[in-house]
């Protein structure tokens, strides 16, 4: 395969406009040992071949998704200004851009009226929003299911909040009665949703989260740094379709643009429904703060310097794929979880292979048939390698047995956790190449 080269013509030309807005300034001399260099890119092109295919329909495991072509130009473009995020007087241009960027992510949640800004990605975001928990609720403890991220529990350690996990139901999400249970010791501030697991891609049961808070007093803090933009998608199950419904409920909400959002790494949101908690973030630096009185991104974040690049790049890529229904972005995330359902049938009509419970987004967990966990877990190594052989890329999992025994009832569970294979189809071509993928699993498995 080739890479696409074509855009870099477009940078150049993009980079002939830049310039001329300097045109007043004297030249400085670039010696920059062009030969060296030349060297060293090379080399370094050399070993950057020591990768999987991230790029590629055949790679499938883990959350990466490439950026788009125009998103990696004006990622590049703003390079030659390498704009600061944290102020206005570090990144003019760019600050507005994050805004309105930011703002057209707010849209898609109905909110209009709101605090947020981008961040470094999905773990300092949710850090970001646990830190305004631990401020609005302190001395209550932050609650997730068994499946949500593991950072959950350690950003509350890191902040000094109490931690609890609950347990899951069958599908991987927050268990509706175990959070009831919780709930009832009265000392419970935030309950994390997450809005699609990095694990399973399970969506958990926010309407009836919204309900008990109607019954207790606590923050929701949906954790959507994964399926945040298939709120977009036409395609989803009912339960599903019925979260991203009551989802501008929630009091917060994270979402990866590195993710769906076709971006490079990272970039990640948060979004506050609220805008009066910037009173917890506000404060005053005597030399980044002086040439404007507007508001300072920085003044509204934990993180100081941040990269403008990112905020340039998701800009221009919102402007060429808006974030609305029906279209070509739109489209994509339909496209990505038809991919999925595409395996799961062929999954579900194969006798060498068990299901657990169908996607309900774009990634997919089954394992081959044995007549145990430990030797299921042992037939999922041998096909994960046998399929990158043949250059698939899988990812697996490790499954907890007990959300696993009703459903696999002929099973005999002599370890606690069934490895599985994960599939992570969050690419619109996986649909087209969704034959191919499974023409190589057929082929792998004995």
Known sequence: MKFEKISLKILEKALNTLESGFKALPDIEHNYHAEKIEKIILDTAEIMKNNYPYFHPYYAGQMIKPPHPIARLAYMLSLWINPNNHALDGGRASSQLEKEAVAEIAKLFGWSNFLGHLTGGGTMANMEALWISGKTKPDQKIVASEQAHYTHKRISDVLGLRFQSVPCDEKARLDIPSLKQILNKGDVG?????????????????????????????????????????????????????????????????????????????CGCILYKNPNVGKFYKHDSPYTYFTSPELHLGEISLECSRPGASAVALWATQKLLPLVPNEEFSQGLSKARNAALALYEKIISDGRFKTIFPPELDILVWAPNGGSASQISKRTEEIFHAAAEDNLHLATFKYPSSLLKDKWTDLIFDHQDVICLRSCLMKPEHYDWA????????????
């Open 435 to 446: 034959e191919r993928i499974w023409n190589i699993l057929d082929n792998v498995v004995k």
């Open 190 to 266: 935030t309950v994390v949703a997450t809005i699609g697991t990095t694990g399973t891609g399970s969506v958990d049961s926010l309407p009836e989260i919204l309900e008990l808070k109607k019954q207790y007093d606590f923050r929701i803090h949906a954790d959507a740094a994964y399926g945040g933009y298939f709120i977009l998608a036409n395609n989803l199950n009912p339960h599903t379709q019925r979260v991203y419904d009551c989802l501008h409920k929630v009091d917060s909400i994270v979402i990866d643009p590195h993710k769906h959002g076709l971006q490079p790494y990272g």
